[in-house]
């Protein structure tokens, strides 16, 4: 998936998110860049004021994951040949890898999504000048962390929260968009800022993300046994790098 359909698939799972926040709207099409995207609304939500007037959210879009971590699940040409060769095993001799294709492990601290967006603070103020925009926002996104988890609800949400607040995040809003549940929800909103810090986050959580291998229809795979092995490809570097 390409960058901009990237941005617009998750500009589409950040929808009813959207509607609730703003009322019915309509995408901007012309809009693609500083800030990604933005959404026309003709009639907001009561906040907005009792007329009600017309407004236009501009929507600037960024993953909070690493380089690192997202070019190594990515890259499908670094290993194309041991998986080709691992596929053939298992087709033509029935020779399954008992290795997944690819594992990673990410670790999750309590301002990971906070230092995933705060690059794009100082974008804010050229958006909002530039632009006929009621409000400008972030909608920011992820590969590991999962909004339904208990991670997230419990210690990640709250403390994203605290860090835009006391460090004041420009953006009227931060959505937050998990690929993996396709959900989104507001983790903050400059108008209500945090004072009050979370309770402690405690240990960092490491998110273990997995892929693969390939697998024969009418075959009983022991899948703990597979994860629990090192990937058939491994990280380059541990996959480290800056975002």
């Known amino acids: 998936m390409g960058k901009r359909d990237l941005e617009e698939y998750v500009l589409g799972l950040a929808k009813p998110l959207l509607l609730s926040l703003y009322g019915d709207y309509e995408i901007d099409f012309t809009q ?18 009792r007329d009600r007037n017309p407004i236009k959210v501009g929507v600037e879009i960024t993953t909070v994951d690493s380089k690192g971590a997202l070019a190594y699940l990515n890259d499908e ?29 990410v670790k ?22 530039a632009g006929n925009f009621g409000e400008v926002i972030l909608l920011c996104f992820s590969d590991f962390v ?22 004041r995040f420009p953006f009227d809003k931060v959505l937050f968009v998990s690929l993996g549940s396709r959900k989104a929800v507001k983790v903050y909103d400059k108008r209500n800022r945090l004072s009050v810090r979370p309770v402690p986050y405690g240990s960092e959580d490491t998110l273990l993300r997995v892929e693969g291998p390939f697998m024969r ?27």
């Open 32 to 49: 693609v860049d500083r800030p990604d995207a933005a959404i026309s609304v003709s009639r907001p939500h009561k906040r907005f004021g």
């Open 146 to 167: 999962c909004v339904d988890s208990t991670l997230f609800k419990e210690k990640l949400s709250q403390w994203t929260n605290f860090h835009m607040s006391v460090n």
């Open 77 to 105: 040409k670094f290993g194309c040949d041991l998986v080709s060769a691992q596929i053939d095993n298992s087709l033509s001799y029935g020779v399954d890898s008992d290795r997944p294709t690819k594992k990673i492990g």
């Open 217 to 243: 229809t009418n075959v009983t795979y022991q899948l703990d046994k597979i994860i629990s092995n090192q990937p058939l490809i491994a990280p380059k570097s541990n996959g480290k790098s800056k975002r």
């Open 108 to 129: 999750v601290g309590e301002s990971y999504i906070y230092d995933g967006a705060k690059s794009k603070a100082n974008k804010y103020s050229d958006y909002a000048s």
